[in-house]
């Protein structure tokens, strides 16, 4: 959501950029407009003096009716010519006027545009930062479960042990069943007994980490790491290997797909 709307802001941004550069070229025009219409009028008071020269000649002269009609012809025609470059000159001014006033306009507004960009730009850098402390996290907790998985084997592998070597003991020795058998449990409900038959259906009265419960506390721990942990994620947090999560980051819209971690 938030590149999408930095994309669409760069969009207007650069079409502000474009109407400005076009303003701006108006002004430009404008301007030479004013330097044609201050010639013209330098030109006109040149013209003037040229005519007030003329009549005063005509005038040391002898009259003329011919001479003054024209005098007043040029005169007539030279008035109308002025009170129009006059009247081009408020419309050219008006319109540089209006075209400052958009520029203005144009400038806030983009300077506005540019806080939101930096906005959205900072916004971006806190998400991220964000969501690489939140997989730092994950990675720090799936360590932790790996290291627990490996416990785990570690624990079999030893239970597999002792369960061999209790079958080899117990098939040579002789006479001694039924001490062996009172010294047992048969109930295949005891804690120590392995679900899936691995290390037997029966269980020792040595102590020994249940298998059953190690795998209750790994499930435990993927589910609801929020939840007590187990003793072994304990001991590797005491021991430093794994970071205890006091506080869970929040995690937005942004970051569901960082959570599937889990």
Known sequence: MGEGEVDRNAGILMEMEMELETAR?????????????????????????????????????????????????????????????????????????????????????????????????????????????????????????????????????????CAEQKRESSSEASGGFDDMCASMELDGSSPTVDPTGLLGSYTSNTEMTPVSDMLKEAEQAVCSPEQQQSPLLEELELSGTVQADDEKPQINVADEETSDLL
């Open 25 to 161: 070229s108006r002004a430009a025009m404008s301007s030479s407009y004013r330097q044609q219409v201050e010639s013209l009028q330098k030109e006109l008071v040149t013209l003037g003096e040229m005519y007030k020269r003329l009549e005063a000649r005509l005038q040391a002269s002898e009259p003329r009716p011919q001479a003054d009609s024209l005098l007043t012809m040029f005169q007539e025609a030279s008035r109308s010519e002025v009170a129009g470059m006059k009247h081009q000159l408020e419309v050219k001014q008006n319109q540089v006027e209006s075209l400052s006033c958009r520029v203005k306009q144009l400038e806030s507004t983009l300077s506005s545009r540019d806080a939101k960009v930096r906005d959205l730009k900072e916004q971006l850098e806190r998400m991220e930062a964000i969501h690489k402390e939140q997989l730092q996290s994950k990675d720090c907790r799936i360590n932790a479960l790996v290291s627990l998985c490996q416990r785990m084997e570690a624990h079999l592998v030893e239970a597999r042990y």
